[in-house]
């Protein structure tokens, strides 16, 4: 024999303190509400914004110094240079830090819309950054003989 879930709990009445266990839902419950968007983090946005200004100060330098790995080139009157890879490596020098802080500014800018942190993202900007430089130095040093990091 079936019996009901309702029926064998009994009925809601005025005593309970609860609400009853297999209620049905109401009309105004249709559609549903749609689910309450996180709170802003003020101190999150405030520190994501100026670590990517920090980030494009620092992209700024890295580019400057990648400006100056055309000078590795200076002993190649001397000895065979592999004219190349210098070449590469001050490109590299030069764009790379641009690049990494624009990926960075764009993932920063997406997580703080969707309101989860960033701060985060500004600080492993700030890493590749920095390693993308390091790279750089390491491409260029690769073309001149003799040469070390």
């Given amino acids: 024999m079936y019996v009901d879930a309702r029926s064998a709990l009994g009925r809601y009445h005025a005593g309970m303190t609860s609400t009853p266990p ?32 920090a980030d494009g100060v620092l992209a700024a330098l890295a580019s400057i110094m990648g400006m100056f790995l055309v000078m590795a080139s200076d002993p190649c009157g001397a ?21 990494a802080f624009v990926a960075t500014a ?10 989860r942190l960033a701060f985060w993202v500004a600080l492993v900007g700030a890493a590749v950054i920095a390693l993308s430089l390091l790279l750089a130095f390491a491409v260029t040093a690769a073309g001149v003989p003799g040469s070390s990091i």
């Fill in 22 to 53: 297999f209620s049905e839902p109401s009309a105004t419950a249709w559609p549903p509400a749609p689910p309450a968007k996180r709170p802003v983090k003020t101190i999150d946005v405030v520190a994501t914004i100026v670590l990517l200004v």
């Fill in 106 to 115: 764009i993932v920063a800018i997406v997580l703080m819309v969707k309101r």
């Fill in 79 to 99: 000895v065979t240079c592999n004219t190349d890879l210098i070449t590469i490596g001050w490109l590299m020098g030069m764009i790379l830090p641009w690049l």
